[in-house]
């Protein structure tokens, strides 16, 4: 049974930081690429970072400096180090792992939700 479950999001003060964690079972979590995603309230669904099974980053413009991916592929698990912490990072997280294109494998998490307010 596919299962990827993100964990660490909740309220945050603007400056702050959050650690957010994506645990994934019942798939060669080694093959998968992975990354987060958000989407805020009334807003469409956004990229903010992906890595590569190589270990390859990529980041939105909006969090380059202040957000870190990272993969753990014994514990299959991909984090997101979240510093400098701004309202209008507000969101609700979520966590994919994918591979292929056809066919495609295309896993999502239920969501964590991050508050950046004072």
């Known amino acids: 049974q596919v299962q990827v479950v993100e964990s660490g999001g909740g309220l945050v003060q603007p400056g702050g930081s959050l650690r957010l964690s994506c645990a994934a079972s019942?798939?060669?979590?080694?093959?998968?690429?992975t990354g987060w995603y958000r989407q805020a309230a009334g807003k469409q669904r956004e990229l903010v970072a992906t890595?590569?099974?190589?270990?390859?980053?990529n980041y939105a413009d909006s969090v380059k400096g202040r957000f870190t991916i990272s993969r753990d592929n014994d514990k299959k698990t991909v984090y997101l180090q979240m510093n400098s912490l701004k309202p209008e990072d507000t969101a609700v997280y979520y966590c994919n792992a994918n591979r292929g294109i056809i066919p495609k494998f295309d896993y999502w998490g239920q969501g964590t939700q991050v508050t950046v307010s004072s």
């Open positions: 890595i590569t099974t190589d270990g390859k980053t």
């Open positions: 019942g798939f060669r979590f080694s093959a998968y690429a």
